[in-house]
């Protein structure tokens, strides 16, 4: 094999695929729908990529060539069509990253939440550690610019995606899962059969190795062969905090508590104990949280507690979580990717932690029909937690319109009383009118492309 070509290759799991086979020296080329930010840094990296759907740029070598795709392409995709009628060897994103990560030892963290900080944090405490790890991240690491770290030490760190069923193509030593809920009911259909998958994901752990659990998510544990841990932030668990301190800013001090137990891989025990003074880089009780699970797997992985101390200080936190743009003395702009109820809930809550007594104001884009009819009531129940809402379209992503699902359905739900249903292109001069304290942009559409817009305008409230 000397090509591997990307159908989709500007999502943020496939571009760090791509960016794995590149560094490797394989001839990478793909296809997009539209440019992006991230399609800029792979073409920077020599990445050939074009925009329109046309086979002609899939390389010719067929027995050469790999073709790896994303679920979200349609199944009637030009360019997927033609390489399935000509023979080439297809892969989805998912069965690439199982191959890659079959070779090595591999650490996953799965949830329908709080996957992408907790793999980057993870990630971040290998590397500041000096251990270093190979990493495919869902988000873009704010420490080191990328969602792919390379690493001579033979270990993985996979942000476990159940969409698709993705991550049934890993069987990790260790493994985290920080959230069951309902989610992906297009693919799913209902909260008996994700769970049941993330079920099966966890009977996947090898047997030797860990499962670091959040207390309390509903899990069926019965197939699994691992040695289970819970994590938690709130309640009693294996891992969980001591001492906790709200410090300025929302960030937030505690002292780690782990239970005994055996490192991976070199079999020495390591007895109970705490890492004491850890103190969050980044605010928000949702990332300390995420630091419980991601420190859990990191200890149990044969980390030092003092280097894990030294690492979470360290951490910057992912793009688009809890993303601070602006932190002014008049005006603040926060950006975040939650597009499910629980997501925002967490959000919400962490914002009102860093920010006491400050108005709220958030701005909301629904990602998919089928993800909206689904939660309508939910959504506008953790959107009631802002103090104000400006809710746009549905983005519809992979999605065709589905008749009587629209934003109004979350909207009329919402309990608060200052509410506005606004088109994303009237966004901005809305935003020049409004007297703006704390603003919030959340939503996994392309409610980014508005980030930098909008830094500019908070910015110029607080000159």
């Known amino acids: 094999m000397k090509n591997v070509y990307f159908i989709g290759i500007g999502g943020i799991g496939m571009s760090a695929v791509a960016r794995f086979y590149n560094h490797a020296g394989y001839n990478v080329s793909g296809y997009d729908k539209t440019p992006s930010k991230l399609t800029a840094k792979l073409e920077e990296e020599g990445i050939a990529i074009h925009y329109t759907d046309d086979a002609s ?32 060897r297809l892969v989805k994103r998912s069965r690439a ?23 980057t944090m993870l990630a971040h405490i290998y590397t500041h550690a000096g ?26 760190v996979a942000e476990a995606d159940e969409f698709d069923r993705s991550f049934l193509q890993l069987y990790p030593e260790i493994a985290a899962i920080t959230s069951t809920d309902a989610d992906h009911l297009d693919i799913y259909g209902n909260l008996e059969t994700i769970q049941g998958a993330f079920a099966e994901f966890a009977g996947q752990i090898k047997e030797n190795g860990y499962l670091v659990a959040k207390r309390g998510i509903s ?8 040695k289970i841990f819970t994590y938690s932030f709130k309640e009693q668990a294996d891992f969980c905090p001591e001492n906790v301190e709200i410090l300025e800013g929302g960030h937030f001090k505690f002292d780690l508590r782990y239970p005994k137990h055996t490192i991976y891989g070199n079999g020495a025990e390591r007895e109970a104990g705490k890492i004491e003074n850890c103190i969050m880089g980044v605010p928000g009780w949702v990332n ?29 936190g992912a793009e688009r979580r809890l993303d601070i743009h602006v932190n002014g003395a008049k005006a603040a702009y926060i950006d975040d990717y939650a597009h499910h109820p629980k997501e925002l809930a967490s959000a919400i809550g962490s914002i009102r932690n860093m920010f006491p007594g400050r108005r709220i104001c958030g701005i909301f884009q629904p990602h998919l029909y089928t993800r909206t009819r689904d939660f309508a009531p939910e959504f506008a129940e953790s959107l009631s937690m802002l103090d104000e ?34 088109a994303k292109e009237d ?9 703006i304290d704390i603003l919030v942009t959340f939503g996994a559409g392309d409610i980014d492309r508005l980030i930098p817009a909008i830094t500019e305008l908070v910015k110029g409230r607080n000159r």
């Not at 591999?106 to 992408?116: E, F, N, R, S, V």
């Not at 251990?131 to 030490?153: D, E, Q």
């Not at 899990?219 to 691992?226: E, F, M, N, R």
């Open 57 to 88: 740029y899939i390389p010719a070598d067929v027995e050469q060539t790999l073709v790896i795709y994303t679920p979200a392409i349609p199944a009637d995709m030009g360019e997927l069509v033609y390489a399935r009628q000509k023979g080439y």
């Open 97 to 119: 990253l199982g191959e890659i990560a079959s070779t090595q030892c591999c650490l996953a963290i799965a949830g329908t939440h709080g996957k992408t900080t907790t793999s």
């Open 131 to 156: 251990v270093g790890c190979n990493a495919f991240l869902g988000g873009i690491s704010k420490n080191y610019h990328t969602n792919l770290l390379l690493s001579r030490n033979p270990v993985i």
């Open 219 to 226: 899990l069926d544990t019965s197939g699994v062969k691992a």
């Open 288 to 316: 300390a949280e995420n630091a419980i699970a991601a420190s859990a797997v990191a200890l149990l992985g044969g980390i030092e507690p003092e280097k894990i101390r030294q690492a979470l200080a360290a951490f910057e």
């Open 389 to 422: 809402l400006l809710l746009l379209d549905i983005y519809p992503a992979r999605e065709l319109p589905i008749e009587g699902v629209d934003s109004s359905i979350i909207f009329e739900k919402v309990t608060i009383e200052k509410k506005q249903q606004i």
């Open 427 to 435: 966004l901005l001069e809305k935003l020049e009118n409004m007297d």
